[in-house]
């Protein structure tokens, strides 16, 4: 990039002057990527002031005589850095980890304080073996759970770059373990999800609260993920405290001129699928449109214009359609809910088709034709169009004679002709001191399992074998002769994948290499259509294994890897193999845009290296299709944010740096100023409101929302309850799936035990997420298997256990946040010394703990005891010895220990009198049927 950046002043100052004379003035323009440096011939202290008025700019000072190197470990003190607050946001595939890590190497340094947040394990493991492989002597540190709380203090005061989770960083940001103004500045990784990542945002909000001069950096490569809802970019930068907005797509012209000057060899094959998967995908296609009209006829409110057959089949479409349509989930009429899970069941159809094989779509789509499908399907599963589905895809298996004959995959073939070009133009090019390398990236691990098995096997025994595991056995169904001696010729050549092939799972990376009995006859002379039925490739576990010194490997053979996209769910997997490997043939067997962009990068990285691609596609197909639309909708969504970029009213103290920010200062902040009418009387003490809050609370929203309606923050770790609020108010949060699986597993018993046992007023709250219904209805929170009867009777016993219990129930977690600002309104603050204390040694009295000489069922025994209630159970239960000494005392002992004479003749009745059913209670019950009239269930016997 030719962009620079012009630094307007550099003014040196000294510091022990009253008024700060002007000594240098420095104007100079800086290109971007490269420093210039300046002596100073001043000897002291100094004060240097940095201004820029376009793009970062970063001031190292060194005390070195001899000109510095940009090394972080030759520097004593990084002075200024006049950084911009941006969110960066480049199209997916351009390497925006590469950016990542030339920032952390940056401000790798001793003197500094970076702080990286939104990291995954893969992320941070991967950034860390690029900056290696940069020769950065300062690697950043992994800060988890794992490191105490006093180790975390000492590696803040370290400096250097830390990974760090957000709900660690909250945590030490409210027990100012972190030394705020010794930050340098943080930077937020995947910034479009700081939405839902309640803990980053609030670290955020912490930060810029007390250090208005550090910067803050977001990156993130997902720009439809700003397409989703109302001003979705503008919502995320305030979120951020950033007030500049940079995108980079591939349409830009600096990358585009770029990406020019080293352009991959790519070699398009438009493989035609077979006529009977033409006919299967326009089937489904036309179920696809009639459950897409059904949608749009019945639910006419609803704003379902981007609902096309199109955009259905694209990747995250179903994902955005849900995030629509939650808030009125419940609201949607059965047959509604079931067309949408038609419509997603459809689509995995159409995809399942272009990637799997004849049999594997054969038996997945059996699996669809039973009754219990067809009674909760939304009725396209009696349509005419299924009928013939089926048909066609049985065609693919069977012959007209029920003849086992599977259809090959047309890719297979296409395939195998472009390992045997590639090992054609080695003979014909006779460069045998290189081994080509072969990468065929694949969707997902059972694909990568399909092609190593079809490479090994070859396409007929596979399919057969297919056939064999996966379909039901019938004695009518024949299976081809060649078919028959070919498997058995197969089995006999790799009894190994035959024998373990229903033990091992299907991996995500395959390693293979030409067998040996294809060293010396079968090169060029090998036909097009005698290529599918050959099994010509083994199985190489390691690469290791391979023995470079035969005279099969020197000759022409390729070493073929198999790998999936994200290998093990690594999103980094293809750059570790790329980088690794270096492959020069790569063969693209799955449309991804993302993959495309990183092999322009690898070959502009790699110049010497000539690559040749092979995308692989089904010209005309819903694949190509597909990839088409995944291309439209990112082009549309940078379109979209270049707009609103040239719209955008940004407020001039969005960055939080002011210090009348309104966003940053909470209600605490705006209390009730002096008033000048009281005349000499002393100011009140201004209370300050405080809830303390477990720390595994803090994965929640609801701390944030509280902080920012002015109250005070306390982790600790609680025994009892998630928060508390006053010294009698406990609450335990729960959200639905908390509720539904604490009912079951029977832990909320045990805590509204321990609520009840330690607090006046306990309370359980169950809140809603604010972007799905505030309804307890459907099976939208509840599964298949469980009933919503199940759960509210189960809360009616919870209730009629426990009558001190409150139930509060919640739509938001903003509604919480107010709930709890009245609850705590004219009551005293919680001690969180004395919080902490409860429920690890039972029972608190006078602010002591003492040791318990009760059992807890013995309690909530005689809790339950007429005459019992809260202000006199302990004291019966220190003084009584046992239930046989309750029993012996005379009702005279029993009111000394209790104090009051009305609850001792209760308590002593409810002991020593006899109780029976009623005449006509028994009587009913005689008669098999239990009948009760009145109010009373049982009556006295006199003595």
């Not at 090394?71 to 960066?88: R, V």
């Not at 992320?123 to 940069?134: A, F, P, R, T, V």
């Not at 092999?599 to 990285?605: A, H, K, P, S, T």
């Not at 129930?809 to 010394?833: C, I, M, V, Y």
């Amino acid at each position: 990039m030719k962009t620079t950046f012009l630094i307007a002043a550099i003014l040196i100052t000294c510091v022990s002057a009253v008024n700060e004379e002007l000594l240098y003035y420095v104007s100079d323009d800086v290109p971007a990527g490269s420093y210039k440096y300046y002596s100073l011939n001043d000897d002291g202290n100094i004060k240097i002031q940095l201004t820029s008025l376009t793009g970062d700019a970063d001031l190292y000072a060194s005390q070195l005589k001899t000109k510095p190197t940009y090394e972080p470990d030759h520097y004593c003190l990084q002075s200024a850095t006049c950084g911009e607050d941006i969110i960066f946001i480049p199209e997916r595939g351009l390497g925006i980890e590469t950016t990542f890590a030339n920032v952390i190497k940056a401000y790798s340094d001793p003197g500094n304080l970076v702080i990286v947040l939104g990291t995954t394990n893969y992320d941070e493991h991967y950034l860390i073996d690029l900056l290696i492989s940069y020769g950065t002597s300062r690697l950043p540190r992994i800060v988890n759970a794992d490191c105490p709380s006093n180790e975390r203090e000492v590696m803040y005061l370290e400096g250097g770059v830390m990974f760090i989770s957000g709900r660690i960083l909250v945590v030490d940001l409210l027990k100012n373990r972190v030394p705020l103004h010794l930050v340098t500045g943080i930077l937020v990784y995947r910034a479009h999800n700081i939405l839902n990542s309640y803990q980053e945002a609030f670290a955020l909000r912490l930060y810029r609260q007390y250090n208005k001069t550090g910067f803050i950096k977001a990156f993130t490569n997902s720009a439809l993920a700003f397409t989703v809802g109302f001003m979705n970019v503008e919502r995320v930068m305030k979120a951020l405290f950033v007030k500049k907005l940079y995108l980079w797509p591939r349409f830009h012209t600096t990358i585009n001129n770029c990406l020019m000057q080293h352009e991959p060899d790519v070699i398009e094959l438009h493989v035609q699928i077979t006529p009977k998967m033409q006919s299967i995908q326009t089937t489904l296609l036309d179920v696809m449109n009639y459950i897409v009209k059904e949608l749009k006829r019945i639910n006419k409110y609803l704003d379902l214009d981007d609902l096309t057959v199109e955009n259905a089949i694209a990747k995250k479409f179903h994902k955005q359609l849900h995030l629509q349509v939650d808030p009125i989930w419940h609201q949607l009429s059965t047959t509604t809910k079931q067309l949408f899970s038609d419509l997603k069941t459809l689509r995995s159809l159409v995809i399942s088709l272009t990637y799997e094989d004849s049999v594997s779509f054969y038996a997945m789509l059996n699996r669809l034709r039973t009754m219990e499908y067809a009674m909760k399907a939304g009725g396209w599963i009696m349509l005419d169009e299924f009928e013939n589905l089926f048909k066609y895809a049985k065609s693919r298996v069977y012959t007209d004679k029920n003849e086992l004959k599977p259809e090959p995959n047309p890719k297979w073939e296409a395939l195998s002709e472009v390992i045997f070009e590639i090992q054609e133009q080695k003979h014909k090019k006779k460069d045998y001191e290189k081994i080509d390398k072969v990468l065929i990236l694949v969707h997902d691990n059972n694909i990568c399992h399909q092609l190593k098995n079809y490479l090994i096997m070859g396409a007929n025994a596979y399919l057969l074998y297919e056939a064999l595991k996966k379909l039901p056995s019938n004695k009518e169904q024949k299976t081809t002769t060649d078919g028959a001696k070919k498997a058995k010729k197969d089995q006999s050549l790799t009894p190994e994948s035959n024998t373990n092939e229903e033990v091992q799972e299907p991996q995500d990376t395959y390693v293979l290499t030409l067998s040996q009995k294809c060293t010396e006859g079968t090169q060029p002379s090998t036909s097009t259509e005698d290529i599918k039925h050959q099994t010509l490739f083994e199985e190489c576990t390691q690469l290791a294994e391979l023995d470079l010194t035969k005279e099969c490997h020197k000759e022409s053979a390729p070493i073929v890897f198999i790998q999936a996209i994200k290998k093990g769910g690594d999103p980094m997997a293809l750059q570790r193999m790329l980088t690794e490997h270096t492959p020069n043939n790569i063969i693209l067997y799955v449309t991804d845009i993302s993959t495309v962009r990183q092999l322009e990068v690898y070959q502009n990285n790699n110049p010497s290296i000539n690559l040749k691609v092979y995308f692989l596609i089904y010209g005309g197909s819903v694949e190509e299709q597909e990839y088409l639309t995944s291309l439209r909708r990112e082009k549309e969504a940078f379109h979209r944010l270049i707009n609103a970029k040239t719209t955008m009213v940004i407020p001039e103290d969005q960055d939080g740096k002011s210090d009348d920010c309104l966003a940053l200062p909470t209600q605490s902040d705006n209390a009730d100023t002096d008033n000048t009418r009281k005349g000499g009387m002393q100011p009140e003490v201004k209370v300050i409101s405080k809830v303390i809050v477990d720390m595994r609370e803090f994965r929640s929203e609801l701390p944030a929302i509280l902080y920012t309606r002015g109250i005070k923050i306390e982790p600790v770790t609680l025994v009892v309850g998630d928060y508390i609020l006053t010294p009698e108010i406990c609450v335990e949060r729960k959200s639905i799936s908390d509720l539904i699986g604490s009912l079951l597993s029977g832990r909320l018993y045990n805590q509204a035990v321990s609520m009840t046992r330690h607090y006046a007023k306990p309370m359980l709250l169950i809140e809603f997420d604010q972007n799905k219904p505030f309804c307890f209805q459907g099976n939208y929170y509840v599964s298949k298997d469980l009933k919503n009867t199940d759960i509210t009777t189960k809360l009616q016993l919870l209730t009629l256990h426990f009558p001190k219990l409150k139930i509060i129930w919640s739509p938001s977690p903003h509604a919480t946040a107010q709930l709890f600002e009245e609850l705590k309104q004219g009551r005293d603050q919680p001690d969180s010394n004395i919080a902490v204390k409860i429920g690890a040694d039972e029972n608190v009295e006078n602010k002591q703990l003492i040791e318990e000489k009760y059992n807890s069922n013995i309690q909530d025994f005689v809790a339950k005891l007429p005459g019992v209630h809260s202000k006199n159970l302990r004291v019966l239960l220190n003084k009584g010895e046992s239930l046989d000494h309750l029993i012996k005392l005379s009702q005279e002992e029993i009111r000394e220990i209790l104090g009051n004479k009305n609850d001792a003749e209760l308590l002593y009745k409810a002991l020593h009198e006899k109780c029976q059913q009623t005449n006509e209670t028994t009587a009913g019950s005689s008669k098999g049927v239990s009948k009760v009239r009145g109010k009373k269930l049982f009556s006295r016997v006199k003595k």
